[in-house]
């Protein structure tokens, strides 16, 4: 859990209250309280917590409006996106048929 050892931190810090939208938060719902980073940029991690903002997820998504930043994606699970694209080939059978060996291979050259 080294990854997210800033939220630890900041949860130390700040109270749990969504800075955004001013909902509060508990032990039950805490997974729900994310860190934002200020300047968006998540190694920035000062232990004053200057650069640190705590928000919900959904005020957290708002702020970021929908744009990936990899400070965000670190604070999502990271097996959840993860699907098992690639692995069907569509064209496996297209690839068998242009593949096989032709049977009537018989003398019709045409002279
Ligand atoms: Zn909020
Ligand atoms: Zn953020």
Not at 50 to 71: K, P, V
């Amino acid at each position: 859990m080294k990854k997210v050892d800033y939220r630890e931190q900041a949860l130390r810090l700040f109270p749990w209250v969504c800075a955004s939208c001013g909902r509060d938060f508990n032990g039950k719902n805490l997974q729900e309280l994310t860190v934002h980073h200020k300047d968006h940029n998540y190694k920035n991690n000062p232990p004053d917590g200057s650069n640190w903002e705590l928000l919900c997820i959904y005020c957290h998504d708002n702020e970021h409006s929908r744009l990936l930043d990899a400070e965000w994606l670190s604070t999502q699970n990271p097996d959840k996106e993860k699907g098992s694209a690639a692995t069907h080939t569509p064209f496996a059978d297209l690839k068998n048929l242009l593949s096989k060996p032709r049977n009537d291979s018989g003398e019709d050259e045409q002279k």
